[in-house]
């Protein structure tokens, strides 16, 4: 299996269940949901979901899709509704996402803003629902709770809040830590032991797989940082150089490229590490912590 | 039982409640939670978990309230992240709201962003936490399941959608009625179901109270409207007049402000009328029915 292969097939089976995991283009909320849909269908690398998919195939080769997608069309809803928020004129003021009209470009700020909150909130939709897949509501109920903790003041909400009060000041390191764990890091470890509880996970699995997404989350916001230093906007499909713009601290400012490049290689190999107690139906946990270290948008 | 006293007694309830419920503003994202808690502390009716609680009380008068407080302040999250969202320049650009600044006002509008967003993920933190009283995972996932639904975008978020790119165009009554349903009433109505719920309601009280809230719902909104087109910004604690300066379709522009009055008081009647099955444990729900007409803010 190549991880190019693995990742477009995973893509599609996600891009397909949004047909029938979100609210359709019609009725009297037509033109909010056209503005949800809009950022959601804009492409991306469906990290989050992909994520969640490989855990629970990492857990039990027969989990069933119908289980599991809609917790992945959920932690997508709630990277997508961060991505409009983030992108608002009030936060980084930025008209340029995965090559295509922030959200506001195209519909305005006020629209923007609620399709952000839509998107937040359908995600709870999604998980609330008993209609979706046939996983008991005690798993389901974790599953929410461990994604709404990973998602608010705790985790990713707090680390952009922190993000952005800290621009153009200077602080520790371990504050520029807690940012990346907080804003990146907390959802896809999230997104990790969400699809593992879905399986049905042991406690010995959970503690593992945590550990592996805390460093391929580190590892995907230090190249994040790379990237956003090196790249053109051409390639990334947003701003590049804009954090140095916006005054942002990050790990090449800290260490340089060449240390940060060791680091971001440090922790994927860590990650692949804490997988030693898993066979082989984790080998696509082991590739995508490769893929992020080598991805290249 | 006079309906202050209640009210008072109750909302002292809900208040004291948040500090068990609430993040508490130290540790990393001490200055994020400060712009959340500024909002929830800053007063208000406290109508949605007041309705949920007496919902409850209605079914069975042993609920325990430690099972009840977690929704009822999971409502308040959602309704508080609404209104910081709703004052933002970029929607109805309120600096006053409950008589004090808004919150972007205070803390900037991207904190404020933040502190809407946190709110709501805060709120599904608290429905999805199992260590939080002692609700069947089944009954907890149901609620969470009915007051997504009715926070997002076939509900409140879809009728602030609506309402915003209604402005200043001419729309049928019936467009009207739309968005008052969804932005309004929808979570209401979610409010009286969610506590009935936790406390096991059937089927056919549940039927009733829906019933009761869609009609305690519309007069809510009427009522709104009135007060809009004839208090004064002292008396509402935020800006009078604002749905005409705004361009908005109200109750009073269609129907004058005499029969507007009449209808709000036909709602309260229907939703009482609703609650013909239930005994004198649902006093409380008649006697919030009447205090939704006569209030005077």
Chains 1, 2 share one sequence.
């Not at 930025?94 to 959200?103: E, H, M, V």
């Not at 209609?131 to 389901?140: D, I, V, Y």
């Not at 371990?174 to 969400?194: N, P």
Request: proline share 2%; net charge negative.
């Amino acid at each position: 299996m190549e991880i190019k292969d693995y990742l477009n097939k995973q893509r599609q089976l996600v891009e397909d269940a949004f047909d029938s995991y979100i609210p359709a283009t019609s009725g009297d909320f037509a033109e909010h949901i056209k503005a949800m849909r809009y950022s959601l269908e804009a492409g991306g690398k469906r990290v989050r979901p992909i994520l969640c998919l490989a855990a629970a195939g990492a857990i039990a080769d027969d989990t069933k899709s119908e289980d599991i997608l809609p917790i992945a069309c959920a932690l997508e809803c709630i990277h997508t509704y961060s991505l409009i928020h983030d992108d608002l004129p009030a936060m980084d003021n930025d008209a340029l996402r995965r090559g295509k009209a922030t959200n506001h470009i195209l519909f305005g700020e006020a629209a923007a803003i609620l399709a952000g909150d839509g998107l937040l909130t359908w995600a709870f939709d999604l998980l609330g629902d008993q209609q979706r897949g046939n996983l008991s509501a005690n798993k389901r109920l974790r599953i929410t709770h461990i994604i709404a903790r990973a998602a608010g003041s705790y985790g990713m909400v707090g680390g952009q809040a922190l993000d952005i009060a800290s621009e153009n000041t200077t602080f520790p390191f371990s504050t520029l830590q807690t940012i990346h764990r907080s804003k990146t890091g907390a959802l896809i470890t999230a997104s990790v032991l969400a699809g593992a509880m879905g399986a049905g996970a042991s406690k010995e699995q959970l503690t593992a797989l945590e550990q592996y997404g805390n460093q391929i989350g580190l590892a995907f916001q230090i190249v994040d940082d790379l990237l956003n230093a090196t790249a053109t906007t051409k390639q990334l499909g947003k701003a590049a150089g804009s954090d140095e713009a916006l005054g942002k601290a990050t790990y090449p400012a800290y260490f340089g490229i060449e240390e940060t490049r060791n680091k971001a290689k440090a922790a994927v190999e860590e990650a692949k590490t804490s997988l030693s107690l898993f066979d082989d139906k984790a080998r696509p946990l082991r590739l995508l912590a490769d893929y992020i270290y080598t991805r290249s948008n």
